[in-house]
DNA sequence: CCTTTTTCGGACCATTTAATCAAGAATGAA
DNA sequence: TTCATTCTTGATTAAATGGTCCGAAAAAGG
């Protein structure tokens, strides 16, 4: 009983995903928040704590949605080759897309808090080394499946280096709009699985 | 004739860029970044004007440094492939050493504030298009040398991939304090040039 | 109708913010 | 000495900050 909300707590998470991503944890003033997740201030509070509750809330929930759809394809029988292509591509592509990779600059956002605050740094570390785990597994797949040769020795380090390319994407799209330049990143980051 | 300034403005921009670099722009507060630099307050209005004008001249400072290496080791008759390697694993070695890796994480200060200081952006375009354009000429000589072969057919790519590398291996550094994984992105990322 | 829950808006608070001003002491060159 | 420059310190300003409290209206179920 009692009145039901009256916007979804999970759009208002994305939404403040936009508005972190856009202005940083700290550049985002109170007023920017409101506005930007268009609920009144008190519903706020009631709903997801203080502002630092809120971004620590809309990180992990991006993170965990990435890192989801991240595993499930990884996970799928078949080229794992493919597999990692797809994962880059799609990337790319919410990226070079107006709407959606707004909400993805919170990564950048959040990569500034890893050392104010503990929360996230964990999670962090555990999110890393959870889907550098998942990338070493794949590519051992990859490797019985005839997929790498041996001059792809080292395959911890090419997880690593998956792992990072992933987040760095990010990172380049803030920097630049020609949406060329990230399709040119990813194509050579993928050719490190060239035979 | 007039007193003297007992500090070197060239040291206090460095700790400028260790202070930005460790709170970000907005989350330095004007009692933190004094504290940091170890002047007083008025010798730094006095000098280098408002906090935004500081910053602004602590990222450029610490870029220009960064790029003029850059070209001079590009520029180095010989190996290319030894010079971009050079290059990387110099960055690495900055990154690994706890002194001067403060520095470089005015990097992501800045590219937080991209969105949001119109001269920081305009900077941070000229300096990349002409890292950029620096890195394919370089590739250029390389081919010609015989360093490359046919399957390193788009030089561009090839060139905006080790542009961006570069900015993205400070992000790796803030996310994990073991070496050995720097290490192994620099490795992994040179690998795309191997025949 | 009654109770519960949520929304909304304004008032309010103490703190912090960046920046300016003022004044005295230190310093160095003409 | 004289004068310009810098350093240091404290006071001050006006605005913005994150957060709390309160009360009334609105909706939904009993």
Partial sequence: MGRNKEFDTTVVLRKAMEVFGHYGYEGTSL???LDGLGIAR????DTYGTKKDLFISAVKHYTNEKSAALLARLDRPGSVKAAIADIFREIAAALKDEARRKECFIMHS???QVPHVPEIATFFEQDASRLEEAFYQALV???EQGELSGRHGDLRALARYLNHSRYSLTQAAKLTSD???LDDIVKVTLSALDS
């Fill in 110 to 112: 959040a990569i500034d």
């Fill in 31 to 33: 007023q920017i928040l």
């Fill in 141 to 143: 797949r990859a490797y």
């Fill in 179 to 181: 949406p060329q330049v």
């Fill in 42 to 45: 008190q519903s706020l509070y």
